[in-house]
């Protein structure tokens, strides 16, 4: 196979606390505001933290455009008749109905919107997990090593596209092996702890990173007091190390 072209240096992080609110409607009708993390080069939101006011309610869907996801990072909700949790998950696939979405205590969530320009008919089921802890937790192996002291849930994996997203425990005293690339985009939602991609940033809770389809990253990853992180990938995810 002919050896990809990989940029370097191209990786975003940044805490969304330094973002202004912006009204989410033209995304989700009857959502409250909410932060950009990506947007595509179409101008289409790729993911955002979206807030629901308390005793708001979104517009219902009967088919949505395309395959939409959500992480409750704080509050607790509703989706349709069924209690979203604080870490409850959910996914809507293309051409499935959008329950509204209500909150009795006012609730943020990552939500992960599928383009809906490209979107093909999925052979998805929806998925609504109370709480993404449900889910049995993996020990991941990388390039042969087990790594114990890690927690991988895969919350949801695509069966069209191998996409995924994934909540991941990292343990305290974390050192990455050293700078790789995936052939898939690559989102980081920091939900407890830190965990940096390199010397110069840290992320903390509410911090965001994304590191570009076969972009080298990971220059010193490391971990002080551990971390719980949201990761979501728009293709079938594999890791390269470059050296
Ligand atoms: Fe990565």
């Known amino acids: ?142 390039d042969g090593t087990r790594l114990d002291g890690f927690a991988r849930r895969v919350l949801w994996q695509d069966p069209d596209t191998g996409a995924d997203t994934r909540l991941l425990t990292v343990p305290g005293g974390f050192e990455g092996k050293g700078p790789n690339w995936h052939p898939v985009h690559e989102e980081i939602f920091c939900l407890k702890g830190d965990i940096g991609p390199d010397d110069t940033r840290l992320m903390t809770p509410g911090s965001y990173l994304h590191n570009p389809a076969f972009g080298v990253h990971g220059y010193h990853e490391h971990s002080n007091a551990g971390a719980t992180i949201l990761e979501w990938h728009d293709g079938q995810w594999e890791i390269n190390f470059t050296s």
Request: proline letters at 9%; charged letters at 15%; one cysteine or more.
């Open 1 to 142: 196979m002919e050896a990809p072209t990989l940029s370097h240096n191209l990786s975003r992080c940044f805490p969304t606390a330094d973002i202004a609110w912006h009204d989410m409607g033209a995304c989700w009708p009857g959502t409250g505001v909410g932060k950009v993390l990506r947007a595509l080069d179409d101008g289409s939101v790729r993911s955002a933290v979206v807030r629901f006011p308390k005793g708001q309610v979104s517009t219902p869907v009967d088919a949505a455009p395309a395959t939409i996801q959500g992480y409750v990072v704080s509050g607790s909700s509703k989706l349709g008749n069924i209690d979203l949790q604080q870490d409850g998950f959910f996914v809507i696939p293309t051409g499935a109905p959008v329950p509204a979405i209500t909150s009795d205590t006012g609730a943020e969530l990552v939500v992960i919107f599928d383009n809906a320009k490209t979107a093909k008919p999925s052979s998805a089921q929806p998925v609504i997990l109370s709480t993404a802890y449900d889910v049995e937790p993996i020990v991941p192996v990388i």
